[in-house]
């Protein structure tokens, strides 16, 4: 309900830096992926450590529900200010905009100015694709906003984000009911597809 709790504290050792951080920011979909819960184990930071020990990067699931990618640029600066020592800011938006029609020159300007304030406060901005969506927004739609991604990744010489487009199209069984939030399964996909897009951060691990 509306209750708020914490269940769980993680407590980290920043004493040879702060590289090793991931601020996740985007929509619902976002939200419900980088929670603790049981379901959506293992999460990133749990498959990073398996593969890169002794890395067990620190997490903010900075998702919201049902705001489009003209929120992120509202609040980009602010948590940037708020977060100073997290390194890789990953971003997740358009789902809401494709479902409310926002044209993609403007979702495009949208992305580039996040990244943009990303980038000049010294941190590392990366973008995910869109979802495919068996329901709701219109795939033409969310096919344009990717396109409007790829042009803003390429631009901007960016680390290319998880495709989880391609991934839910070939995998719709991992959606809900609503065809546009993802299963327990799908929650552990976008948490694996983060992980192998940002394990080359990684440098040589496996």
Known sequence: GDTFSIDEIDLYDASQGTQ?????????????????????????????????????????????????????????????ALNPDFHIWAIGYGTNDAYQKVKPEVFEQHMQTMVD??????????????????????????????AAIDRVAARNDLIPGPDLYQWFRDHPDELSADGVHPMDAGTRSINRLWYEALLPLYGDSP
């Open 20 to 80: 090793d951080t991931v601020f996740f920011m985007g929509d619902s979909i976002t939200a419900e992926a980088f929670t603790r819960c049981p379901q959506a184990q293992p999460s990133f930071a749990a498959l990073v450590r398996r593969a890169a020990p002794p890395h067990f990067p620190a997490m903010i699931d900075g998702g919201v529900n049902g705001v489009n990618s003209g929120h992120g640029v509202s609040v980009v600066e602010d948590w940037l």
């Open 117 to 146: 304030s990303i980038k000049e406060s010294g941190r590392v901005p990366v973008i995910g694709r869109i979802p495919y969506a068996a329901k709701g927004p219109d795939d033409a739609d969310v096919r344009a906003l990717n």
